[in-house]
DNA sequence: CCAAAAAGCTATTCACATTAGCTTTCTGTG
DNA sequence: CACAGAAAGCTAATGTGAATAGCTTTTTGG
């Protein structure tokens, strides 16, 4: 019989896919496997453990918002790329609920997640920069509306929010309060 | 040999132990049973399944949080509520890491943690009305406080805030967006 | 063409959840 | 007080998933 010719890359791909249909918990060596048409145990010439599985699929789903992020403020500055960083930010989460899931909060010594965050980070502090931030003061400001975003999203695609009011408009004033603040700190 | 003398509150009481040392992952039945003296199996006879566990200690910690929130807003009105609001939501994550991530962001088809739930909701619309928010504007603001501090304090507690600037000083910059956003919504 | 690395596989161990079925301890009622 | 039945406990067993060991097959480079 042929060999199932995987890699690294390749198994994170199947795991993505696990990730999406069946959500973070749900990945697992036997499913990826069962998907990879190989036993179990041999993935494990792939990856170190599911420890490390995980690590991959987080890296690539950082890496892939990052990108998406990048897109929506490219060419925008000021508070039109706060707003548009935020709305970029909301859209990743809830068209691809499973993924942001799969992302931790902390890079949990994983030295190649924490520079995929700095990037993210950068990107970040550019745009406050855009707004009058600079130094300590973008520090703080980038974490009020990291924390703002993520309690958001991470509420709304866990279904922590029960009421029938519309979840846009909540997130307007989010984004326009979130504007706001960054003014003032400026 | 007299008998472990259980209940189901009785083994909530030691999961609530085994989550504040070892975190909400390590709560397991054998955790819990080793701790009791008893057989894992025997747990069985408290409660229904693991599941369940998990949904009595995040109700139990639910209910202690709402309480100590309650405490703190008592007296106090308008801004300087939602000030102590805030600031007793951070002291409790920060004080209790693990119970406050043993608590699911949505009570995921859980009757009793969604009253829960409704109480600590019912204390924040209180709070917002005495900023001057009511009916539908209270809920978009009540969101957006819950998205700004839970967002907060679950990066804080993982860790997720890498940078060696002072946290309580993004804390009262968030603070007082959050007051100030609320100040325009009214 | 062949040696060795790479990629698989089966068998096994360990942890945890869960069920089944048996035994022991309480408890309340005659 | 006795004892029947409920409650609470136990051991044994199953299933799933992670992980390791050691063997076999496929590639690949010289």
Redesign the pocket.
């Given at each position: 019989?042929?060999?199932?010719?995987?890699?690294p890359a390749a198994v994170v791909d199947v795991a993505l896919g696990v990730v999406d249909e069946q959500g973070p918990d749900?990945?697992?060596?036997?499913?990826v496997?069962a998907r990879?048409?190989?036993?179990?145990?041999?993935?494990?010439?792939?990856v170190?453990?599911?420890?490390?599985?995980r690590s991959l699929v987080a890296r690539r789903v950082l890496e892939e918002m990052t990108d998406a992020l990048g897109e929506a403020i490219m060419g925008r500055s000021g508070d039109e790329a706060v707003a548009a960083l935020m709305q970029a930010w909301r859209r990743y989460a809830v068209n691809h609920p499973h993924r942001y899931a799969a992302m931790p909060p902390a890079p949990l010594s994983d030295p190649a997640l924490a520079e995929a965050g700095g990037k993210l980070m950068t990107a970040a502090l550019a745009v406050l920069r855009g707004c009058g931030l600079e130094g300590e003061a973008a520090v703080h400001a980038a974490r009020c509306l990291r924390a703002a975003m993520h309690g958001f999203v991470v509420l709304e695609v866990a279904g922590g929010f029960g009421l029938p009011e519309d979840l846009d408009t909540t997130y307007r004033l989010l984004q326009k309060t979130m504007i706001d603040g960054l003014r003032q700190g400026a």
């Amino acid at each position: 019989m042929p060999r199932a010719g995987l890699s690294p890359a390749a198994v994170v791909d199947v795991a993505l896919g696990v990730v999406d249909e069946q959500g973070p918990d749900s990945l697992t060596l036997s499913a990826v496997a069962a998907r990879t048409g190989v036993a179990a145990p041999s993935l494990y010439k792939h990856v170190r453990n599911i420890g490390e599985l995980r690590s991959l699929v987080a890296r690539r789903v950082l890496e892939e918002m990052t990108d998406a992020l990048g897109e929506a403020i490219m060419g925008r500055s000021g508070d039109e790329a706060v707003a548009a960083l935020m709305q970029a930010w909301r859209r990743y989460a809830v068209n691809h609920p499973h993924r942001y899931a799969a992302m931790p909060p902390a890079p949990l010594s994983d030295p190649a997640l924490a520079e995929a965050g700095g990037k993210l980070m950068t990107a970040a502090l550019a745009v406050l920069r855009g707004c009058g931030l600079e130094g300590e003061a973008a520090v703080h400001a980038a974490r009020c509306l990291r924390a703002a975003m993520h309690g958001f999203v991470v509420l709304e695609v866990a279904g922590g929010f029960g009421l029938p009011e519309d979840l846009d408009t909540t997130y307007r004033l989010l984004q326009k309060t979130m504007i706001d603040g960054l003014r003032q700190g400026a």
